[in-house]
Nanobody, 122 residues
Framework: QVQLVESGGGLVQAGGSLRLSCAASRSDFSNYAMAWFRQKPGKDREFVAA????????YYADSVKDRFTISRDNAKTTVYLQMNSLKPEDTAVYYCAGGLTLSLKSTMYSYWGQGTQVTVSS
């Protein structure tokens, strides 16, 4: 079992930045692909970004490309999501997820954090 704990959410004005962190409880974190998803009020959970176990591959949703950056530090068993040029439509609960297969699909991830709220004011 892998426990994931997100942090770094909060309230920010449009155009601002936030960095989300997701700390994993297991030392074999480096074996897992990691991803960020988000869920807006009344909407389904959607893919944001994903990174392979060795950080060699990254994927982004079109809506966040060139604004968000996913990265990881396997020594610290932590994955990050740097969010720049935030927009009100980025407001959502952000979840990190871990799985053995790099994917854009939430169903491919076995482990999930509790989520952190990001609110972007206009």
């Amino acid at each position: 079992q892998v426990q994931l704990v997100e942090s770094g959410g909060g309230l920010v004005q449009a155009g601002g930045s936030l960095r989300l962190s997701c700390a994993a409880s297991r030392s074999d974190f480096s074996n897992y692909a990691m991803a960020w998803f988000r869920q807006k009020p009344g909407k389904d959970r959607e893919f944001v970004a994903a990174i392979s176990w060795d950080a060699a591959r990254t994927y982004y949703a079109d809506s966040v490309k060139d604004r968000f950056t996913i990265s990881r530090d396997n020594a610290k068993t932590t994955v990050y999501l740097q969010m720049n040029s935030l927009k009100p439509e980025d407001t959502a609960v952000y979840y990190c997820a871990g799985g053995l297969t790099l994917s854009l699909k939430s169903t491919m991830y076995s482990y999930w954090g509790q989520g952190t709220q990001v609110t972007v004011s206009s």
